[in-house]
């Protein structure tokens, strides 16, 4: 008869090796060359893929386990903050124009980064690196999932929410998010690694998400609250990739060391252009504010990206060159881009506004050096022409930046009454750019950023009006087409909150939630 | 470096000059009134009179702004790819040696925008 033999339990250890490292296998029939092609093209040389430390011991049943659990808990939440209503729960529905930013600009970036790990994890040759980018890849899109889900439950009732993945590859402002990602999918893996990986997951991800996840808690958003805590366990994970596969890189051969240091000088100045959005909604955006950009900034990048940068300087690693402009620019930066935002208002899926006298007072006590001198006064006068009934709105386009692709908003470094132009001719083409950083990053690859679909120069060329378009026809009205191909409400997505539907339906609904009449 | 590519890569210009349908990219900045947050492009036949732009295009563009009204434009500087420039407002935008994608900005002494704000 049979005997029952029982199992003997896999330690830890062995179960790790067996679940991951030992999936791989060489290649007999065709060479690893073929298999692996972009491995060597952008120069970065590794000797010994065994070297690569693995970041975290998980193994795929694990990591079904421990998501699996979280999504138990997760979609229970957002299922009794759906039934209770808890969006009239909100601070005040200036609160969701900062949620509509999230999903058209940070939503689909998540599920490009599933892509981009998707591709890395292909493209390396050492197996634990390819586990490692398999699992964050599909971290990655499961944060694109959640956030879709829990945002839905706003697209019930507020305007801008109804077509985020259709505005991304056009509205004018998502050129920004989705040329910056298009640029890092489209490089190398391991310059992808240093781009999404570290520079972003590493050095600026805190900036992105605790402005974001303390700002729906500070203003009782408790579904976004509740995507965030639970993508936060994964972005530790990320975090921690992200160093390591720079630390591998760089101990493997010191010919590594200036390709890398490139790849961070672009990545950080390319991160911190994407996050000047978050910097004006958190200045600006959320009615009860979590802390000042530029307090976020001095904690999340000059204190802890400063002990980073200290401790991979026994690498030769140095802080990034952008960091002192970025120093300079953190007293402006979030006004300069709310403004560009109220200018452009009648262009986007959410509300513009002026702030309050209250929150021009705090605005003031956060940025003595310059809120008063430079843009209260600015601010002051839209607002009174606001209540004349001539609310602002620029008329005209603007000039863009080729490689960031934001308006040419940014002032000179040091000298914030000055607009910085930067320009170069290559191979005949005149090109343009809001700094000197956006312009090296320029050429170093010209031949990439020449190809930059720049939503203004688009619409001036007639590739964004809705198919069958007649331009040409009596009383065409560009503008209009314009929103059409956007597919956006004109009336009810954009233009100036006071007064809009989003802010009489919340007053009347909270008003019904609050009282008998 | 021109690319970092697996293969020989050209990319392919998007913005040349034969995209706009007969006309060329112009950007203008007014400096000092950053009420205007970024310089303004605008599509324009290259045999537009300079003088149109100043008298019949920018009032639309600019005229919200109360410094507008008060230009002197006699004593208006301008530049042209940062250098000092003077246009000939009879003469077209090719006959001034304005190219596609030329940047060109006006200052106008004596006006700083809202309360000297350079807004």
């Given at each position: 008869?049979?005997?029952?033999?029982?199992?003997?339990?896999?330690?830890?250890?062995?179960?790790?090796?067996?679940?991951?490292?030992?999936?791989?296998?060489?290649?007999?029939?065709?060479?690893?060359?073929?298999?692996?092609?972009?491995?060597?093209?952008?120069?970065?040389?590794?000797?010994?893929?065994?070297?690569?430390?693995?970041?975290?011991?998980?193994?795929?049943?694990?990591?079904?386990?421990?998501?699996?659990?979280?999504?138990?808990?997760?979609?229970?939440?957002?299922?009794?903050?759906?039934?209770?209503?808890?969006?009239?729960?909100?601070t005040d529905a200036r609160y969701l124009n900062a949620i509509k930013i999230f999903l058209t600009a940070v939503t689909p970036l998540e599920h490009m980064a599933h892509r981009g790990f998707a591709h890395a994890g292909r493209a390396f040759p050492g197996a634990g690196a390819r586990v490692a980018c398999q699992m964050q890849a599909i971290d990655e899109m499961r944060h694109a999932q959640t956030q879709i889900h829990s945002l839905s439950n706003y697209n019930k009732?507020?305007?801008?929410?109804?077509?985020?993945?259709?505005?991304?590859?056009?509205?004018?402002?998502?050129?920004?998010?989705?040329?910056?990602?298009?640029?890092?999918?489209?490089?190398?893996?391991?310059?992808?690694?240093?781009?999404?990986?570290?520079?972003?997951?590493?050095?600026?991800?805190?900036?992105?998400?605790?402005?974001?996840?303390?700002?729906?808690?500070?203003?009782?958003?408790?579904?976004?609250?509740?995507?965030?805590?639970?993508?936060?366990?994964?972005?530790?994970?990320?975090?921690?990739?992200?160093?390591?596969?720079?630390?591998?890189?760089?101990?493997?051969?010191?010919?590594?060391?200036?390709?890398?240091?490139?790849?961070?000088?672009?990545?950080?100045?390319?991160?911190?252009?994407?996050?000047?959005?978050?910097?004006?909604?958190?200045?600006?955006?959320?009615?009860?504010?979590?802390?000042?950009?530029?307090?976020?900034?001095?904690?999340?990048?000059?204190?802890?990206?400063?002990?980073?940068?200290?401790?991979?300087?026994?690498?030769?690693?140095?802080?990034?060159?952008?960091?002192?402009?970025?120093?300079?620019?953190?007293?402006?930066l979030s006004h300069q881009v709310w403004a560009t935002f109220y200018n452009y208002g009648g262009a986007t899926d959410f509300h513009t506004w002026m702030p309050t006298e209250d929150e021009m007072q705090w605005l003031s006590q956060k940025y003595p050096d310059t809120f008063d001198t430079y843009y209260r006064p600015r601010f002051e006068f839209w607002r009174e022409q606001q209540e004349k009934g001539n609310r602002f709105y620029n008329q005209t386009l603007p000039?863009?930046?080729?490689?960031?692709?934001?308006?040419?908003?940014?002032?000179?470094?040091?000298?914030?009454?000055?607009?910085?132009?930067?320009?170069?001719?290559?191979?005949?083409?005149?090109?343009?750019?809001?700094?000197?950083?956006?312009?090296?990053?320029?050429?170093?690859?010209?031949?990439?950023?020449?190809?930059?679909?720049?939503?203004?120069?688009?619409?001036?060329?007639?590739?964004?009006?809705?198919?069958?378009?007649?331009?040409?026809?009596?009383?065409?009205?560009?503008?209009?087409?314009?929103?059409?191909?956007?597919?956006?409400?004109?009336?009810?997505?954009?233009?100036?909150?006071?007064?809009?539907?989003?802010?009489?339906?919340?007053?009347?609904?909270?008003?019904?939630?609050?009282?008998?009449? | 470096?021109?690319?970092?590519?697996?293969?020989?890569?050209?990319?392919?210009?998007?913005?040349?000059?034969?995209?706009?349908?007969?006309?060329?990219?112009?950007?203008?900045?007014?400096?000092?009134?950053?009420?205007?947050?970024?310089?303004?492009?605008?599509?324009?036949?290259?045999?537009?009179?300079?003088?149109?732009?100043?008298?019949?295009?920018?009032?639309?563009?600019?005229?919200?702004?109360?410094?507008?009204?008060?230009?002197?434009?006699?004593?208006?500087?301008?530049?042209?790819?940062?250098?000092?420039?003077?246009?000939?407002?009879?003469?077209?935008?090719?006959?001034?040696?304005?190219?596609?994608?030329?940047?060109?900005?006006?200052?106008?002494?004596?006006?700083?925008?809202?309360?000297?704000?350079?807004?």
């Amino acid at each position: 008869m049979d005997m029952q033999v029982p199992k003997k339990k896999l330690g830890l250890k062995e179960r790790y090796t067996l679940m991951t490292r030992d999936l791989a296998w060489d290649t007999t029939y065709q060479p690893k060359e073929k298999v692996y092609p972009y491995a060597d093209y952008e120069g970065i040389r590794i000797h010994d893929w065994d070297k690569w430390e693995d970041p975290f011991r998980l193994t795929m049943d694990a990591y079904w386990k421990y998501q699996a659990e979280k999504e138990r808990k997760l979609y229970a939440i957002i299922d009794a903050y759906s039934q209770s209503n808890g969006h009239l729960g909100v601070t005040d529905a200036r609160y969701l124009n900062a949620i509509k930013i999230f999903l058209t600009a940070v939503t689909p970036l998540e599920h490009m980064a599933h892509r981009g790990f998707a591709h890395a994890g292909r493209a390396f040759p050492g197996a634990g690196a390819r586990v490692a980018c398999q699992m964050q890849a599909i971290d990655e899109m499961r944060h694109a999932q959640t956030q879709i889900h829990s945002l839905s439950n706003y697209n019930k009732y507020y305007n801008g929410f109804h077509d985020f993945t259709h505005m991304y590859d056009r509205v004018w402002y998502l050129s920004v998010p989705k040329s910056f990602f298009d640029d890092a999918i489209t490089a190398g893996p391991f310059e992808f690694m240093v781009a999404v990986g570290f520079s972003f997951e590493y050095v600026l991800t805190n900036l992105l998400f605790v402005p974001f996840v303390s700002g729906a808690a500070y203003n009782g958003d408790m579904g976004t609250m509740t995507f965030g805590f639970s993508a936060q366990s994964d972005e530790a994970r990320h975090m921690t990739l992200g160093l390591e596969c720079i630390k591998f890189i760089l101990e493997q051969d010191p010919a590594n060391l200036p390709i890398v240091q490139r790849w961070i000088d672009k990545w950080c100045w390319r991160g911190v252009r994407l996050l000047s959005i978050v910097a004006m909604m958190m200045d600006y955006m959320l009615p009860k504010r979590v802390m000042s950009w530029k307090e976020a900034w001095e904690i999340y990048f000059e204190e802890n990206g400063g002990a980073l940068f200290k401790d991979l300087a026994r690498y030769g690693i140095k802080m990034p060159a952008c960091a002192e402009q970025i120093r300079l620019e953190k007293d402006h930066l979030s006004h300069q881009v709310w403004a560009t935002f109220y200018n452009y208002g009648g262009a986007t899926d959410f509300h513009t506004w002026m702030p309050t006298e209250d929150e021009m007072q705090w605005l003031s006590q956060k940025y003595p050096d310059t809120f008063d001198t430079y843009y209260r006064p600015r601010f002051e006068f839209w607002r009174e022409q606001q209540e004349k009934g001539n609310r602002f709105y620029n008329q005209t386009l603007p000039m863009l930046c080729q490689t960031c692709q934001i308006p040419m908003l940014f002032t000179e470094p040091g000298d914030p009454t000055k607009i910085c132009y930067r320009e170069r001719t290559y191979k005949g083409n005149k090109y343009h750019f809001c700094s000197d950083h956006c312009q090296h990053i320029f050429d170093n690859e010209p031949e990439k950023y020449v190809q930059a679909w720049l939503p203004v120069n688009q619409i001036y060329q007639g590739n964004c009006f809705p198919e069958g378009t007649d331009p040409s026809a009596p009383g065409f009205d560009p503008l209009a087409a314009v929103l059409e191909y956007y597919r956006l409400n004109i009336g009810r997505d954009n233009g100036e909150f006071e007064g809009s539907e989003d802010h009489r339906n919340f007053e009347a609904w909270r008003g019904m939630a609050k009282r008998n009449d | 470096m021109q690319v970092a590519a697996v293969k020989d890569y050209v990319g392919v210009p998007r913005d040349v000059v034969d995209n706009f349908h007969g006309n060329q990219l112009v950007f203008i900045g007014w400096d000092d009134h950053l009420m205007f947050c970024a310089p303004l492009a605008f599509p324009f036949p290259p045999t537009l009179r300079f003088g149109d732009i100043v008298e019949k295009v920018l009032p639309g563009a600019y005229g919200y702004h109360p410094d507008w009204a008060k230009i002197d434009w006699s004593k208006v500087e301008w530049m042209k790819s940062g250098e000092p420039w003077t246009p000939h407002f009879n003469r077209s935008l090719a006959e001034n040696g304005i190219g596609h994608k030329d940047a060109i900005r006006f200052r106008t002494p004596g006006l700083t925008g809202i309360q000297g704000s350079c807004s």
